[in-house]
């Protein structure tokens, strides 16, 4: 069967978490834009913060990963992981999913993930998550904020980790039986 499924959310919502696990579970590739992002920001030996500066004066960077992500969701049987996943594949996946979290949890998630100080992160993803709106409505007209192509949202800080693994498998089955 071929299946494509899309998980967006902002930085610190827990897509990569979701994504991977639920990759696992039904044999998908998984394809992450942010984690591209962070490899090509440590190729060139800059911070997050200094390459999305660079990434603003050359937005060909973000029309690279994000015609990646595209060209993995036509293949075919893979989880596409990112803030436009849902934007960028919505005439292509089963499932568009919208993770969502408090600002705070966010943060908390990011410092331990990153192993940075609170400050480090605050600045960083206001800067961060400020410039991808504009660039994300710059590149291709995209509103962030407009939540109207989802198919299901879900507050990350609602449940555990394995209660919105439930959640999710259960759409997921959902969408595989009437693809049958």
Request: aromatic share 8%; proline share 1%.
């Amino acid at each position: 069967m071929n299946l494509v499924i899309a998980i967006s959310g902002l930085h610190g919502t827990g897509k990569s978490t979701f994504a991977q696990k639920l990759a696992k579970e039904y044999g998908l590739r998984y394809f992450s834009t942010g984690q591209a992002f962070r490899e090509l920001a440590r190729e060139r030996n800059q911070s997050i913060e200094e390459f999305t500066l660079h990434v603003e004066k050359h937005p060909e960077i973000d029309k690279e990963l994000d015609n990646r992500a595209l060209e993995e969701a036509k293949k075919g049987n893979v989880i596409i992981e990112s803030q436009l996943a849902g934007w960028l594949t919505k005439d292509i996946a089963d499932v568009k999913i919208l993770l969502t979290a408090p600002f705070d949890i966010r943060i908390f998630r990011m410092m331990e993930r990153d192993h940075k100080t609170r400050e480090e992160i605050l600045q960083e993803t206001r800067k961060r998550e400020a410039s991808e709106k504009t660039r994300y409505q710059e590149l291709y007209d995209i509103d962030i904020t407009d939540l109207s192509i989802y198919d299901l949202v879900i507050n990350t800080s609602r449940w555990s980790i394995m209660e919105i693994i439930e959640i999710l498998k259960h759409v997921i089955n959902l969408i595989m039986s009437k693809k049958k």
